[in-house]
């Protein structure tokens, strides 16, 4: 069994930052194979960020130069930097680890 739960979420104007956090616990015996997804009304749940089972990151077009992806492995934790966030960026952040797993979800608002 494997359980995520993130955090971090919330209300932000455009162009401000936030940083969400997954923190992992059960059989996790690396934070490589664990993403961010994101779901926003109406819209498909899709990749936002992730850390590949070889260790490197990829992005979504969409956040590509503006979040990060990291982890630390003694802490069993996956965090995902948010800056220069926009509008379009509202929407329910997920953790998911490869084999099926994730997260309850946090809201992301990005309003003025």
């Known amino acids: 069994q494997v359980q995520l739960v993130e955090s971090g979420g919330g209300l932000v104007q455009p162009g401000g930052s936030l940083r969400l956090s997954c923190a992992a616990s059960?059989?996790?015996?690396?934070?490589?194979?664990m993403d961010w997804y994101r779901q926003a009304p109406g819209k498909e749940r899709e990749l936002v960020a992730a850390?590949?089972?070889?260790?490197?990151?990829k992005y979504a077009d969409s956040v590509k130069g503006r979040f990060t992806i990291s982890g630390d492995n003694a802490k069993s934790t996956v965090y995902l930097q948010m800056n220069s966030l926009k509008p379009e960026d509202t929407a329910v952040y997920y953790c998911?680890?490869?084999?099926?797993?994730w997260g309850q979800g946090t809201q992301v608002t990005v309003s003025s």
């Open positions: 059960g059989r996790i015996f690396s934070i490589n194979g």
């Open positions: 850390i590949t089972i070889g260790g490197s990151t």
């Open positions: 998911h680890k490869v084999g099926g797993w």
